[in-house]
């Protein structure tokens, strides 16, 4: 299994960016997929979240309304587009995968891997926001 983000750059303030998360060795409609960042002296945050088997998608309240994350299967893709970027946004951007049961409570297992516990880390990506 392997997860690989690309994407990150410096931008000013108000800008925007897209990070792409690459993965393989599994089948995404096994999984979901999320981005976490850590900032510098902060810990890390999970910022979104996308389900494989029925695309549902989770933001925390940070980013609701500013950031989209969408996946292209066939590509084995997970994007994340950020808009009107605030210094506050600036850290490392993890994607990590969690294996899911469609059968099971969606809410929970969203809750679960977005407080960090995924089955699969990729190295990250630096985004930085210059103010």
């Known amino acids: 299994v392997q997860l690989v983000e690309s994407g990150g750059a410096l931008v000013p303030a108000g800008g925007s960016l897209r990070l792409s998360c690459i993965f393989s060795?599994?089948?995404?409609?096994?999984?979901?997929i999320g981005w976490f960042r850590q900032g510098p002296g902060k810990g890390r945050e999970g910022v979104s979240c996308?389900?494989?088997?029925?695309?549902?998608?989770w933001y925390s309240n940070s980013v609701k309304g500013r950031f989209t994350i969408s996946s292209d299967s066939a590509k084995n893709l997970v994007y994340l587009e950020m808009k009107n970027l605030l210094p506050a946004d600036a850290g490392v951007y993890t994607c990590?995968?969690?294996?899911?049961?469609?059968?099971?409570?969606?809410?929970?297992?969203?809750?679960?891997?977005?407080?960090?516990?995924?089955?699969?880390w990729g190295k990250g990506t630096q985004v930085t926001v210059s103010s």
């Open positions: 990590a995968a969690i294996r899911f049961n469609k059968y099971g409570s969606q809410e929970a297992q969203i809750g679960l891997g977005m407080s960090g516990f995924m089955d699969h």
């Open positions: 996308i389900v494989g088997h029925n695309d549902a998608t």
């Open positions: 060795g599994f089948r995404f409609a096994d999984y979901a």
